[in-house]
């Protein structure tokens, strides 16, 4: 009679174990980086219960799971998220003997998706949530209000863990077929998209909630007129503009640190006050 625990088939992940995979990335992203390997000690880390389900009686294989998922990877850890789960589709293929993939099929997905994904991510958290958020917060602050600093924490914990619940999911429903949507043209064209929204947000809020106005008064016939009433007359919120490409030019340019810009902003309010110019 034939062993059934031989012939037996090794069942898919079940949900405790894609929770595993799904919390030990997204708490462990940022705790194990290096320059040589950025986020793969996490890699490793979180396919170690896709080890334990399907590799403990096969040192070698185990240890090519890890080997293979130590490897340098980089990008938004939000967003990350999707690939982890098409990965974690993959591995759990690999793991019950599917002969149509290879091995090396997730390094590849990882390798290929990292840079569209992390200019997709980038732009959507860095660009649109957390400005947006912040400008709601400084509003809700006015006055000395504890309010505002707790609104941000809960809303971006909030809505940045839901960003990676629905994208590990769809990553892991999807698997590869999700690479098709993600690179080339439609990368670019959803990157370029995400782009142009955030620079539209941070617009919209340089001119809103930087406050930069000067004092001078110049001569306007027999009488004087307010510099800045001049200024609003022709181009509303061109001081606050000048201020942000300022900003812009110190950081892209001068390649200035954020300390390091806060304390120059810091003097040149200073001076301007000093000078009555502000």
Request: proline share 4%; aromatic share 8%.
């Amino acid at each position: 009679m034939v062993d059934e625990a031989k012939t037996k088939t090794p069942k898919r992940l079940t949900k405790k174990e894609l929770r595993s995979i799904f919390l030990r990335y997204g708490i462990m992203t940022e705790s194990a980086m290096s320059y040589e390997k950025m986020h793969g000690a996490t890699w490793a880390y979180s396919y170690m219960p896709v080890g334990e389900k399907y590799y403990k009686d096969n040192p070698e294989a185990y240890k090519r799971l890890l080997t293979r998922h130590a490897v340098f990877y980089n990008t938004e850890p939000q967003t990350g998220q999707l690939v982890n789960g098409i990965v974690a589709s993959l591995e759990e293929q690999i793991g019950m003997g599917n002969k149509e993939i290879d091995e090396n099929v997730p390094v590849t997905v990882k390798a290929s998706l990292m840079g569209p994904l992390a200019g997709i991510g980038d732009s959507v958290m860095q660009g649109i949530l957390i400005p947006t958020l912040l400008s709601i917060a400084m509003g809700l602050s006015k006055g000395g209000s504890a309010l505002g600093p707790v609104f941000y924490i809960v809303a971006y914990a909030v809505i940045a863990t839901a960003i990676t619940i629905i994208a590990f999911r769809s990553g892991y429903k999807l698997g590869v077929s999700a690479i098709d949507k993600l690179i080339g043209e439609s990368a670019k064209r959803i990157t370029n998209m995400f782009t142009v929204l955030g620079m539209i947000v941070i617009g919209g809020l340089s001119a809103s909630t930087i406050a930069v106005t000067t004092t001078v008064k110049i001569p306007f016939g027999d009488k004087t007129k307010g510099l800045q009433e001049i200024l609003d007359g022709f181009f509303p919120g061109l001081l606050p503009l000048i201020l942000v490409l300022f900003t812009w030019w110190l950081i892209s340019s001068k390649h200035y640190g954020p300390t390091k810009v806060i304390l120059i902003l810091t003097a040149v309010a200073a001076i301007g006050v000093l000078i009555g110019f502000l």
